[in-house]
């Protein structure tokens, strides 16, 4: 017998397509180990990121938290680089030296030292599709025949390059001395994003999660018409696959998004996560978009879920829910994710506060 404590994809899918479910979703994109391992009652094998959790834990994680989503990390580099050898490195050791802390970057100032420094981009998808493809299916056979619902994470265009190809300052400067080599690599990883979505949407997924850091708290990390003329008509191409099926698209940023939210509203996108407390204000994106976007998010992981007592964390939840879950698409979600440094007490009284305070029906 479901009830609205249990995990069910279709509340989650209602919220996102503008109806109203029987209570407000709750979600976390991530959840780190510790507090895995309290809901557990024991270490989980893997993790949220690379190596993947075992599905069937990650089933067991959501069902106490009447989460109604698994997802799979398919973020992908479309330039991994050599290692001191001169061969390959596969994603499963990137993972084990926390490569995602960005340590292969490179000072590449042509498409000279990309070729010297970095291994061809269709090699790098082969490694990426072969490490995690067995992975993936077996979440699918995980959730099959249950309410519990798939999705899957991709979509880093912009964030790669600067992050993990050029380096921050790197990309930053090349804007300015050579914006066609940019427009290059920021091609080769719309196309590299683009074959993962292909990919995935062969599979029953039943959303897509396009997470790609572009923004600062203080608005958009490069002047808007040039961050619009070099990311939308690229970002259009990497979920176009998604559209086309009716697989329906989640939009992840950090930092200050106003200046985006219409366009994203434009290209498709069903919800916006994770709407920071630091440099946005939910209620008033409510106010303005809230009948045209999902809102996921904002509850703060560097303040009361971090710091605050069990009644701040409850009082600041039903805070949110009390503004945000009239007329639908609001899911309850911390800021980012919940990370080592929230107790995992105070995660689960903003799940419970979400339970009972969240009920529509």
């Avoid at 619902?149 to 880093?156: D, R, V, Y």
């Avoid at 994003?193 to 039943?206: A, G, H, K, S």
């Avoid at 200046?259 to 994770?274: V, Y």
Wanted: a neutral charge.
């Amino acid at each position: 017998m479901m009830t609205y404590k249990n995990s069910d994809k279709n509340r989650f899918l209602s919220v996102i397509k503008g109806k109203i479910p029987d209570r407000v979703p709750n979600f976390e994109i991530f959840i780190e180990r510790n507090v895995t391992s309290y809901i557990l009652g024991r270490k989980s094998k893997g993790t949220f990121e690379l190596p993947p959790i075992d599905p069937f834990d990650y089933i067991k994680i959501v069902k106490k938290i009447g989460q109604d989503f698994i997802g799979i990390n398919f973020y992908g580099y479309p330039y991994l680089p050599y290692n001191e050898t001169g061969n390959s490195v596969s994603l499963s050791k990137l993972s084990k030296e926390k490569a995602a802390t960005g340590p292969f970057i490179k000072n590449c100032k042509n498409e000279a030292d990309i070729k010297k420094m970095y291994i061809e981009p269709d090699k790098a998808f082969d490694l990426h599709i072969d490490y995690l493809k067995p992975h993936l299916e077996n979440y699918i056979r995980a959730v099959k025949d249950s309410p519990i619902g798939l999705f899957a994470i991709t979509g880093m265009i912009f964030q790669a390059i600067y992050q993990f190809t050029l380096g921050f300052e790197n990309f930053m400067l090349l804007l300015y001395d050579d914006l066609p080599f940019v427009e290059y690599l920021l091609d080769v990883s719309a196309d590299y994003n683009r074959r993962i979505v292909e990919f995935l949407c062969d599979y029953p997924i039943d959303m897509l999660y396009i997470g790609d850091d572009v923004a600062f708290r203080n608005g958009l990390m490069i002047r808007p018409d040039l961050f619009l003329k070099l990311w939308v008509p690229r970002m259009k191409k990497v979920i176009e696959p998604a559209k086309q099926k009716g697989i329906p698209i989640i939009f992840h940023s950090d930092g200050t998004l106003y200046e985006l939210i219409p366009t994203l509203i434009d290209m498709g996108f069903k919800c916006l996560n994770p709407i920071e407390p630091y440099g946005m204000d939910i209620y008033k994106v409510k106010e303005k978009w809230g009948n045209k976007i999902a809102l996921m998010g904002n509850i703060d992981i560097a303040g009361v879920l971090a710091f605050g007592t069990l009644k701040d964390v409850k009082d600041d939840t039903k805070k949110h829910l009390e503004k945000l879950m009239y007329g639908g698409r609001y899911i309850a979600a911390s800021s980012h994710s919940i990370t080592s440094a929230i107790p995992p007490e105070n995660f689960l009284t903003m799940i419970e506060t979400v339970h009972n305070y969240g009920r529509y029906l």
